[in-house]
């Protein structure tokens, strides 16, 4: 390769920060001059009478938005149709009426917060006309989802590698037109993160609070820049911290030597981590105080988020394996849910203290649920649901909506891990926290992700209100009065900001069809048919999207478009979607996009559906493109569209190639030739689809940048960068392969095993026809042989310790990733699967005989789901302690640790043949 990697744009470059900046009102080109027969005319302008008291002068915002909202349409202030904004009784917080007449609108509300969004809503009404007109008639709205929280797009999110704080510098992440754009989209409420140490000063910790002044000053400034347009900030924090070495999450062990009744549940004997015990007085005071030291210290907090349960070593229930092994001393004679409650409600005592109308937000945050130890999944969720049922009066409980939900894709079942935008939801388990939440007499929430999700991350918001449309709906019906509508991404202002800020409200339309058309008439007024019909395609194809968690995390929507291709085998990894590291570049491994919850022809027809029914979508928004010219808003609506598009024909594409790929070894000379001539065609196409990427990314900055990552993913010098090397691979690989086709050769004898380098095996048909293999140290001995339902392999290892275990990995197709089969002493068995539904069909037995360890795993072959059409498997065994490599067949020589993946590299195996 003759050129280098573009570097990442530097912070300066991130535009769309300016654009945030930008006047939120722009020159308004109407559609329609004459008002209809049920509309008033405000064409010669209007008298505005705001008499709503506002002594605090909070409601200035909205007033001055509504005039430039005026100025841009043209419309006079100095007008006879009078606008009047009052006071009246109203039954709850932010309420409010507007009515409309021929000759005046009177908006009232009890609060100003009510008369803000009714603001909103007037001017909404009057763009959804297509002109300086307003429907008249009497509408009452009513808040059905009270808290809205969503989140600074480019706000720092305090973990590495950047560990950007924005508590900790000078940057102001909430500039005014930025805030307007928010409450414009109905939100009124924000999340930025914290530690308590940073925050708090403690009386068990004399290490806690060294900078907090600095910090304190800042979310003071934040706190009150934002309720300037009706946001409240929510700190959110992953407290009480445990224990441990790692720095990022865990306080250091030494901050145990003098308080040892904090000294918790330990995790397991391989990890170094001790949970932070809250059923100690002392326990209780410290989140308690901590609570009350910040809410005392930063008047107007709106609320606290903290996960209880799911990410990090906090209280001594937060990992659900806990529930059923914990050796904490005084935890472990409780039940999971007094823990949580004593935990959610120490913090939420301290909070109200200083603001009684904080709320506390108690997120149990569970993505997936795997079996442990043989205990059934169903019995972890009976725990989940009964934590919910013990909900303190005074905390919000939170649930993510979609995780763990069954859903049907190709005639079969899958399982929703984390979140999801493609699907609806809500999960079972949902709703059965939500009904017993509601019993308890406590507040819902739930964690969705509004824009987008971790399915495509790289873009401002993926357009398919309908599908939170069905979430509202659903929310509605459940109770849920808050919603925290992002993570790191998903939060960019637009249209599914503007779909859920909407569906937040009673009366919600009856239909999902009137919802869309009244949605699409605010900023599409005279063309919303189409629009919708467009949104609909958007929609229908998104719902193919494989519900498949590694296709959301390492999966290809967000940045395949760079990726290059490889038609030489290479064998590297996926990079992860949500930060730089290791990989930094993705290699070939698309199996690891998939592993085990599809199989790749279910891959190619989803992705093949999702690009049909995306481009048909496309191809709405550009016919109606040309009356937009001069509207940037809604042109970058209709690139956003299409960036989207290239991103799934993209990922369609690199499927396709590599499928073609792994069978072209296996075929005759004319089908090679044929295929190769096609894989040519996707190279080619992957090209004007970079460029074509290009071109639109120069257009909008928001394209490429991940939140989460902090950067972009993909940006104009990487697509050209990306263009260059399939030019390179035109040029060089392409011709290397038809020549041996053209000579008759094998294609790549190595990598199919016609030429295998490295160990081999060949695996007998039974075990008298068995050969030993020894272990590189000699310590350890296996074979294997099989029949026609599967293999057995024995291992005789020497006795080391109880918590040494013998590991079988099996690479049962290239490019995917590894099952791991692992039996401990004790006969204790794992099934590392990389698939939500464990396989329960393989067996293991481990024996103490002679002194040594006889280990014998029997896999049958219904275990490989996704098996080649070769006969061949690669494979290694070794003996492990506390996950980590003793000794075995091949030495490791692992990569980075990945999430997921753990440290594999299929560079470890040998090969595995079948006499």
Not at 157 to 177: F, G, Q, S, V
Not at 250 to 258: G, K, R
Not at 826 to 849: A, F, V
Request: glycine share 6%; charged share 25%; aromatic share 12%.
């Amino acid at each position: 390769m003759s050129f280098q990697a573009p570097e990442q744009p530097s912070e300066k470059d991130w535009h769309f920060i300016e654009d945030l900046k930008s006047p939120l009102h722009k020159k308004i080109n109407w559609k329609k001059e004459t008002p209809g027969n049920d509309e008033a005319d405000l064409s010669q302008g209007v008298a505005l009478n705001f008499n709503f008291p506002d002594s605090s002068g909070a409601l200035k915002t909205a007033t001055e938005d509504f005039k430039n909202f005026l100025k841009a349409g043209n419309i006079s202030d100095k007008g006879s149709y009078r606008i009047v904004t009052e006071k009246a009784p109203t039954s709850c917080f932010e309420e409010y009426t507007l009515e409309a007449a021929k000759d005046s609108c009177r908006i009232t509300a009890d609060d100003i917060e009510g008369v803000r969004r009714a603001l909103v809503f007037l001017e909404d009404e009057i763009l959804s006309t297509g002109g300086p007109f307003l429907k008249t008639g009497k509408r009452t709205r009513t808040p059905l989802i009270k808290t809205r929280i969503s989140r600074c797009f480019f706000g720092p999110i305090k973990r590495p590698p950047m560990n950007r704080d924005e508590l900790a510098d000078d940057t102001n992440y909430y500039p005014d037109e930025y805030l307007n754009r928010l409450a414009h989209e109905g939100i009124n409420a924000l999340w930025l993160t914290i530690k308590f140490e940073d925050l708090c000063t403690s009386r068990f910790f004399p290490e806690f609070g060294k900078d907090k002044v600095r910090r304190l000053e800042k979310l003071r400034a934040t706190v009150k820049q934002c309720a300037r347009y009706g946001i409240k900030i929510y700190i959110f924090c992953i407290e009480p911290q445990g224990f441990g070495d790692v720095p990022e999450y865990l306080h250091p062990m030494s901050y145990l030597e003098n308080n040892e009744y904090f000294r918790g549940n330990r995790l397991s004997a391989s990890q170094n981590f001790i949970d932070f015990c809250v059923s100690t007085p002392e326990g209780k005071e410290f989140l308690e105080d901590s609570a009350y030291s910040i809410f005392s210290d930063v008047p107007g907090l709106g609320g606290l988020i903290d996960i209880n349960l799911g990410e990090r070593p906090t209280n001594c229930y937060s990992c659900t394996s806990s529930f059923f092994k914990n050796n904490c001393p005084r935890c472990s004679k409780r039940q999971p849910w007094e823990v949580i409650a004593d935990t959610s409600s120490a913090i939420a005592r301290g909070m109200k203290k200083a603001n009684p109308d904080a709320e506390m937000v108690s997120w149990l945050y569970v993505p997936y649920i795997g079996g442990y130890e043989g205990v059934p999944i169903e019995q972890t969720k009976a725990v989940l649901t009964d934590i919910a049922a013990h909900t303190p009066k005074d905390v919000t409980l939170q649930f993510n909506f979609e995780s763990n939900g069954e859903v049907e894709q190709l005639g079969k079942t899958r399982i929703a891990l984390d979140y999801w935008l493609a699907w609806p939801g809500p999960s079972k388990l949902f709703e059965n926290c939500a009904k017993n939440a509601a019993k308890a007499g406590a507040r819902m929430s739930a964690k969705i992700q509004v824009g987008c999700s971790h399915e495509v991350a790289t873009i401002p918001f993926i357009p398919v209100p309908g599908n939170l449309y069905q979430k509202y709906k659903a929310m509605h019906r459940l109770g849920v009065s808050t919603v925290m509508q992002c993570w790191y991404f998903g939060s960019y202002p637009g249209l599914m900001n503007k779909a859920a800020g909407e569906l937040s409200f009673a009366p919600c339309p009856e239909t999902e069809e009137e919802f869309l058309t009244e949605l699409a008439r605010k900023s599409w007024a005279t063309n919303e048919d189409k629009v919708v019909k467009a949104w609909k395609y958007f929609q229908e194809g998104y719902s193919n999207f494989p519900v498949n968690l590694p296709f959301t995390w390492f999966g290809p929507l967000h940045n395949s478009i760079t990726w290059p291709l490889h038609l030489i085998p290479v064998d590297k990894p996926i990079e992860p979607s949500w930060k730089f590291t290791f990989p930094l570049e993705s290699g070939d491994r698309i199996g690891e996009c998939i592993s085990f919850g599809h199989t790749l022809s279910e891959v190619l027809i989803l992705l093949g559906r999702m690009n049909e029914f995306w481009q048909s979508g496309v191809n709405i928004l550009n016919e109606i493109k040309s009356g937009y010219t001069g509207n940037e808003e809604r042109l970058l609506d209709i690139g956003l569209a299409e960036a989207i598009g290239l991103q799934i024909k993209s990922a369609k594409n690199i499927f396709n190639f590599y499928d073609m790929r792994e069978k072209l070894p296996f075929m005759n000379r004319n089908e090679q030739n044929a295929t190769l001539k096609k894989m040519e065609d996707i190279a080619r196409q992957e090209i004007e689809n970079s460029l074509k990427l290009k071109e639109l990314c120069i257009k909008d900055s928001r394209l490429g940048f991940h939140s989460e990552a902090e950067g972009y993913k993909y940006f104009p010098a990487k697509l050209e960068y990306r263009a260059e090397l399939l030019k390179e691979l035109l040029a060089k690989e392409f011709p290397a392969v038809g020549k041996m086709i053209e000579e008759s050769n094998d294609i790549f004898p190595e990598y199919t095993g016609a030429k295998p380098q490295g160990k081999i095996y060949r695996c007998g048909k039974d075990a008298a026809s068995a050969k030993w293999a020894d272990f590189e140290n000699g310590n350890a001995k296996w074979m294997a042989y099989y029949d026609k339902d599967g293999i057995v392999f024995k291992v005789i290892s020497e006795k080391a310790s109880e918590r040494e275990s013998v590991v079988l990995e099996v690479e049962h197709r290239r490019l995917w990733p590894v099952q791991k089969f692992e039996i401990l002493e004790s006969g204790k068995m794992t099934h590392h699967s990389k698939h939500p539904i464990q396989n329960t069909e393989w067996k293991g037995s481990s024996t103490l005989i002679d002194k040594k360890i006889n280990t014998e795993f029997r896999i049958p072959f219904s275990v490989f789901t996704e098996r080649a059409d070769t006969a061949a498997l690669r494979i290694n065994i070794y003996t492990a302690e506390n996950n980590t490599f003793v000794s075995g067949w091949i030495s490791k020589n692992s990569w980075e640790p990945r999430l997921f993946f753990g440290d594999d590299n299929p560079e470890d195996l040998g090969w595995f043949f079948f006499e």
